[in-house]
């Protein structure tokens, strides 16, 4: 168990990540130093999770892993805090989840400290997730395996080189904001066709979970599944050549590369 773990932004993907690491048993909840903004953000907190949480800081800082979750244009701020507050050499390892930011800036920014590149995808919210870890070579085998298990709490964790951190994040991040939007129109087919809202919303989300792990389960290629299910001159076929017509290969493939392109483009224009 991890005696102290400092929280720097204490918001959505923080708490994401923590309240599983706590209940898992994996972190001290009385060692949590976790710090955000504003007071009245602190108050609220400190009582739904009964966290030391505050807006100093200092304590936070002290910790040797210290999980880095604000936003990407309160970086600033946040190196400036820790610079003010670490004691020279007091430093340990700095986990930052910021997407876009790279290890080399993290490292110029917080110097001394040890740095990984995290990019958790929403699923950890529901312990589905997936995280892609780079990790600066200062950064030990032990301290990388810890952060690795950390990680595992709220899903899968895959070790890449930082220049694939870009397509991780364009599939895995971006990707579930894909998929609302193929759930979405599912379900509006399904209400043209006749069936009422909330179950055409239900039966879209049942279909791609029942799906995906279908896939998994069988370890599947996707157009074996497709194959499956298409009958000749049936339902199926008659809906994806429709699909087809309309380019929906193309246009999901545009979008996972669009964002992985904006993703490297956001990193570039961060670096000083
Ligand atoms: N949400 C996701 O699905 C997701 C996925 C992958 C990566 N990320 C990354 O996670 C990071 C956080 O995103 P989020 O959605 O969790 O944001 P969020 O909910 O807005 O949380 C930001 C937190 O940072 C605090 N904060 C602001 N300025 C600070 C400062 N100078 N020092 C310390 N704390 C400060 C805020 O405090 P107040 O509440 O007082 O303002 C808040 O607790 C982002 O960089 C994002 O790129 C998010």
Known sequence: MLPSFGVIGLGRMAQALLVPLIQAGLVDPGGVRAVVASPASAERLSALYGLAVATDPREAWMAPVVLLAVKPQQLAA?????????PVGCTGVLVSVLAG????????????WRCVRAV?????????????????SEVSTSEGDL????????????????????????????????VALVAEAMADGAVAAGLPRLLAQHLAHRTLAGSAALLQGQELHPAQLKDMVSSPAGTTI????????????????????????RSRELGADRVP
């Open 78 to 86: 946040a190196a400036a805090a820790a610079a003010a507050a670490a």
């Open 147 to 178: 952060i690795q298990s950390l990680f595992a709490q709220v899903g899968e964790v895959h070790r890449l080189p930082e220049s694939q951190l870009d397509a991780f994040l364009a599939l895995t991040s971006s990707g579930p904001a894909f």
């Open 238 to 261: 008659a809906g994806l050549r429709q699909l087809e017509r309309a380019g929906l290969r193309s246009a999901l493939i545009e979008a996972v590369l669009a964002a992985a392109e």
């Open 101 to 112: 930011v790279p290890l080399a800036r993290l490292q110029r920014l917080f110097p001394g």
């Open 120 to 136: 958790p995808n929403t699923p950890c919210l529901v312990g589905q997730g997936l995280t892609g870890l780079s990790l600066a």
